[in-house]
């Protein structure tokens, strides 16, 4: 695969006398005993892993690449990992069989098994369960009506978003009702919301808007916790847990993945969300809807933290609209506010001279 990559022949020896010729050593007691030469190779941990496996997840994408070339597999792949991958095609024979052969193919050049015991085909709810398990066969994996939660999120979403984000609850339970028994400090209390209560729905806050009841369950497990409450007793909360806490950022994560599809528009996602929602427009242009997806509503909500502050800072300013754009350095509005002397499409490029100075005769004008 290095070869077919272009290194060249003494490079791939070299690194395959590494592989062939590593040993471990052990502690015992403290003192290193032994060497022992595993037959596998290199293992997990190893500093040269990571290298090797980059160049196992190219030779897999190049073979996915080859197949949709050549016509037997039709879809696209959004991961170019080689532990987890997400692949899309048809419902087909002939796309399942590619599949499998690609997989094949991948396994016999890198030496790494695919376990399709661990594997799950995820179908259209409109193909049949009767064809889904045919084709379930035919790749040699199980089939299942959706793919398990993937870094503790569920990979589908549906109308009952309480239900998706379930999960976080039980932990913060699990957490608090574990630490009910312990005498715990103030000073040891405030640790333990501040670092693990408030940590565990920080992914999953920045990647969609979660429910208010899933807030307020969150703050009604923590005011329990703090004031020494348990299953068996309750005790007299004597503030309200708004005025204990109150947050320094409403909305700050869903703000940070907005400001991402900005600061990077040929990404993957900004390019998927682009083409679906403002193909002909821009993210500022774009708006949200009852039919979009729940990711998207979540980030049309967070851009107007974004909105609240963000303005632009003017260099040729060829993209900068004077009218409708933010980019006076002025906190109220960061807008023109004098009256409109020049086209509503100007831009401020118009406004300067050659030499890329102000016009300063033009610039008057909006004083």
């Known amino acids: 695969m290095m070869l077919r990559l272009g290194f060249s022949d003494r490079w791939v020896s070299r690194i395959m006398k590494c592989v062939s010729t590593v040993a471990y050593s052990f502690l015992l007691n403290g003192e290193v005993c032994g060497w022992v030469q595993p037959t596998r190779g290199l293992r997990q941990g190893d500093p040269l892993s990571p ?3 980059l160049i196992c997840a190219e030779g897999l994408s190049a073979l996915i690449q080859k197949s949709h070339k050549d016509g037997h597999i039709s879809g696209f792949k959004c991961s170019r990992s080689g532990h987890d991958s997400l692949l899309f095609t048809r419902a087909t024979d002939a796309n399942c069989v590619a599949v499998k052969r690609v997989l094949k193919k991948y396994s016999a050049a890198s030496r790494q098994l695919v376990n399709f015991s661990k594997s799950a085909l995820c179908v259209s709810p409109s193909v049949d369960s009767r064809e889904c398990e045919r084709l379930a066969k035919i790749v040699g994996m199980q089939a299942v009506e959706c793919h398990e939660k993937y870094l503790g999120l569920s990979c589908i979403t549906g109308r009952h978003k309480r239900k998706m984000f379930a999960d976080i609850v039980d932990r913060v339970w699990g957490k608090v009702k574990g630490w009910g028994d312990r005498l715990l400090s103030v000073g040891g209390k405030e640790v333990l919301i501040k670092r693990v209560i408030q940590s565990i729905p920080t992914y999953s806050m920045g990647l969609s808007r979660v429910p208010k009841g899933l807030i307020f ?3 009604r497990l923590s005011s329990r916790f703090w004031w020494g409450s ?3 007793s309750r005790k007299l909360h004597w503030c309200m847990w708004d005025r204990l806490c109150k947050p320094k950022v ?5 703000a940070r993945q907005c400001w991402r599809i900005l600061k990077f528009p ?8 682009k083409g679906k929602y403002f193909h002909d427009s821009n993210i500022w242009e774009a708006s949200s809807s009852p039919s979009a997806s729940f990711l998207w509503n ?3 909500w967070g851009r107007g933290i974004i909105e609240a502050g963000i303005r632009w800072r003017v260099g040729r300013g ?3 609209r004077i009218y409708g754009d933010r980019w006076i350095p002025r906190p109220s509005t960061f807008k023109i506010i004098s009256p409109q002397v020049l086209d509503v499409n100007a831009t401020v490029e118009t406004l300067m001279s050659p030499s890329g100075g102000w016009d300063v005769d033009l610039v008057r004008q909006f004083l």
């Not at 409403?250 to 869903?254: D, P």
């Not at 040929?266 to 969300?273: D, G, K, M, R, V």
Request: proline share 0%; aromatic share 8%.
């Open 217 to 219: 369950e969150i703050q």
């Open 250 to 254: 409403e909305g700050a994560l869903l």
């Open 318 to 320: 060829s993209c900068i």
């Open 51 to 53: 290298y090797l496996f």
């Open 230 to 232: 348990n299953q068996n």
């Open 266 to 273: 040929n990404s993957l996602a900004a390019t998927i969300l």
């Open 298 to 300: 979540s980030l049309m």
